[in-house]
């Protein structure tokens, strides 16, 4: 049973380009969590996103950042018209629909940055 | 607004000795807390977890305190082997929800 599948694991982008992220959940996993972890700090919640629907995106920026978990294929997140401050790794996490545990399986990150 | 706080940045234990890390929180809400253990260019990897019921849970060498009064919880890890090196993250939530508040953080040695 696969993990969580991130991808790229590394992605340099020039200032004012887009940066996509890619996430695969575990199998059998509909939820989708997105993290960001700046340098020296913990891990900031950014967004939940079941099939088809963001159910929280209280820590999602307000412009320039967007995320999607289709039908079919894997969650992105999309970051537009990139700045330096957004140099960070972004971690993708799971969760089963069935079990509530609030135990999060995550991704072995992608890490940004932004020239 | 760090509602979940891991004040030692880092902390060096020798091998075969306790290692304990602390983490307070200052959301009432929260009603179940995890540890995360987490390498270098990897991702976080659940360790053990504890819900406000229980002030205690044991799994190995691995024992995790909550005192809710104080709102505060450990990690003890005994006896502490090279291997449990790593950046040790505190994290709670509240309600059912999946959504998890993370500390910044406890860089855990052991010196062989």
């Known amino acids: 049973n696969a993990g969580v599948m991130q991808n790229p694991r590394h992605l340099v982008r020039r200032r004012g380009q887009e940066a996509r992220l890619r996430c695969s959940p575990m199998?059998?996993?509909?939820?989708v969590y997105w993290y960001r972890q700046l340098p020296e700090e913990g891990l900031k919640f950014m967004v939940y996103?079941?099939?088809?629907?963001?159910?929280?995106e209280s820590g999602m920026p307000k412009e320039r950042f967007s995320a999607e978990f289709p039908k079919e294929g894997p969650s992105i997140l999309r970051i537009q018209q990139v700045v330096r401050g957004d140099s960070a790794a972004y971690f993708c996490a799971s969760s089963p629909m069935e079990e509530n545990t609030g135990e999060l399986f995550f991704g072995e990150g992608s890490r940004l940055t932004v020239l | 607004d760090q509602q979940v706080k891991q004040n030692s940045p880092s902390l060096s234990v020798q091998e075969g000795r306790i290692s304990i890390l602390n983490c307070d929180y200052t959301?009432?809400?929260?009603?179940?807390f995890l540890w995360y253990k987490k390498y270098p260019a990897e991702g976080p990897t659940f360790l053990i977890s504890i819900s406000s019921i229980k002030d205690k849970n044991e799994d190995g060498r691995f024992t995790v305190f909550l005192n809710k009064s104080a709102k505060h919880l450990s990690l003890h890890i005994v006896p502490s082997q090279p291997g449990d090196s790593a950046v040790y993250f505190c994290a709670a939530s509240a309600g059912g929800n999946e959504k998890l508040t993370f500390g910044t953080g406890t860089r855990l040695t052991i010196i062989p």
């Open positions: 996103l079941q099939k088809e629907n963001i159910i929280d």
């Open positions: 959301n009432s809400m929260f009603d179940y």
């Open positions: 199998k059998g996993h509909s939820h």
